[in-house]
């Protein structure tokens, strides 16, 4: 399920009521998309050991948020991007990142046409797909509009179907992977399986209700659990409760940036 995106003080608040009216989180995400905002433990990129020039795979790519994220804190020398949402594909393709490789399908252990959930405001005559709130499954979907909108009136759930796919082999080596597919990275992981045996790249996936399930596949490829704190430009390893963003990481990919 989708949580907020900040956790601290006045962002935080600002994001309650922002998110309060579809139509305001509508305008807000919007332009979101043409500024450097993004979520805060994601800057502990900058401080892995990964290679002068990284390869990354983004599952769940959206209206590249992340990627031109990574494209600011990173050097690139190629971005492959996972969307199966049609809107979010056309976004992709106009963004001015060089090396950007943008894949019209997501990911999964098989192949396989899945239904996907997301809300849509009615504003007089126009249809606002609040499309960040995509969702396979229907009922967790409405209970997090629910949760967020005090204003629910005139949203309708919209279903599509999208296309994913088991990823058996990419000819260069993956340094880098972010997966954020509301609720589906299990299975993500396992389609990557692969990729993540043979190349052992940094992880860093959304949490979800799975990510002890995570946590655990992952063990037996050498990768441990760790939370970015921004404050302090360290990682540390996680005790107790899960951060919004879980870095799965090997020994290798740690600076000296560990508490």
Not at 35 to 53: P, R, S
Not at 68 to 79: D, M, S, T
Not at 238 to 259: C, D, G, R, S
Request: aromatic share 16%; net charge positive; hydrophobic share 40%.
């Amino acid at each position: 399920m989708k949580t907020s995106k900040t956790n601290s003080g006045f962002l935080y608040f600002l994001e309650k009521i922002v998110r309060s009216h579809p139509l305001l989180y509508f305008v807000v995400r919007y332009f979101i998309r043409y500024t450097n905002i993004f979520e805060e433990d994601a800057n502990g990129v900058a401080f892995l050991n990964l290679n002068k020039k990284v390869n990354i795979i983004d599952v769940g790519a959206s209206d590249g948020i992340a990627s031109k994220f990574f494209n600011r804190k990173l050097k690139i020398n190629k971005i492959i991007c996972f969307e199966p949402n049609k809107s979010y594909v056309k976004i992709l393709k106009k963004l001015n990142i060089k090396n950007l490789i943008v894949k019209a399908y997501g990911i999964s252990q098989f192949n396989k046409y899945y239904k996907i959930f997301f809300p849509r405001y009615k504003f007089f005559s126009k249809n606002l797909d609040l499309i960040t709130y995509t969702h396979y499954s229907k009922q967790a979907l409405l209970d997090q509009i629910n949760l967020d909108f005090k204003f629910r009136k005139n949203i309708s759930i919209v279903k599509e179907k999208i296309y994913l796919r088991k990823i058996k082999k990419i000819k260069i080596k993956i340094d880098l992977i972010k997966i954020d597919v509301n609720g589906h990275e299990l299975y993500v992981v396992k389609g990557l399986s692969k990729i993540i045996k043979r190349d052992r790249p940094a992880l860093i996936i959304e949490t979800c209700d799975d990510i002890k399930i995570i946590e655990n596949y992952l063990k037996k490829y050498g990768f441990k659990k760790y939370l970015f704190l921004n404050g302090y430009n360290k990682f540390d390893k996680i005790k107790k409760n899960y951060p919004l963003n879980t870095y799965f990481l090997q020994k290798n990919h740690l600076k000296l940036n560990v508490i």
